[in-house]
């Protein structure tokens, strides 16, 4: 009785350990192919940068492309990972999907705002290098992602706004137009002449 409780125990831990070692095997490649791939995929959107540079295609259109570009690949990456360290892409999927209400109204937004840069880059009611003004922010644009703008104000700042608030908000382009009026006000004594006045200002 004693020996077959000692050889069970031991057969436990043997079993045990391959386990361990077959995990950590799993979990070394997967580490190793998320490396290469990060390398690959950087490479990848260098070359697909340099190529899009010799395009006539619009500044904004290609940073768009390139910021979906970039995304997709990295899913592609960790889909890889994921099925490399045995977890099966179709489970983990299923897993995702059944998280509830709250990654729903989560990933609504997120498909709002991608819409929203959709919309952006089609209409084109902003450009990059374009003085704006949106969401009591003014700035010129710096970049437009899939999902938010980034405008850098006058002082330096970069604030992000969410492209569905520019869709759905009102947005002051300062750059479409090559002349715009500017209003200054003056104040003269009663005393002084108005036409002198008016005249020393116009010249």
């Known amino acids: 009785m004693g020996t077959s409780t000692r050889l069970t125990g031991r057969r436990f831990f043997l079993d045990l350990a391959d386990q361990l070692l077959s995990l950590a095997l799993k979990l070394a490649y ?12 950087t490479i990848l959107l260098a070359v697909i940068r340099r190529v899009m540079k010799k395009m006539r295609w619009d500044e904004t259109l290609k940073r768009w492309l390139l ?40 990933l609504s937004g997120i498909v709002q705002n991608f819409m929203a840069g959709v919309m952006i880059i089609a209409l084109k009611p902003i450009r990059v290098g374009e003085w704006i003004r949106v969401s009591g922010v003014e700035g010129v644009v710096q970049d437009i992602a899939i999902t938010f703008t980034t405008i850098v104000s ?39 002449d108005i036409d002198r006045a008016r005249d020393a200002v116009l010249t």
Do not use: C
């Open 154 to 192: 006058f002082n330096r700042q970069a604030h992000i706004i969410p492209n569905d608030a520019i869709i759905n908000g009102v947005v002051t382009n300062f750059s479409r137009k090559d002349k715009r009026r500017l209003d200054l006000s003056f104040t003269i004594s009663y005393r002084e």
């Open 67 to 106: 910021n979906v570009v970039n995304v997709l690949l990295k899913v592609v990456l960790f889909t890889i990972v994921i099925g490399s360290i045995g977890i099966e892409v179709v489970s983990f999927t299923a897993l995702i999907s059944a998280m509830g209400m709250a990654v729903g109204l989560a």
């Open 30 to 41: 997967g580490i190793a192919i998320l490396i290469v791939g990060w390398i690959v995929v």
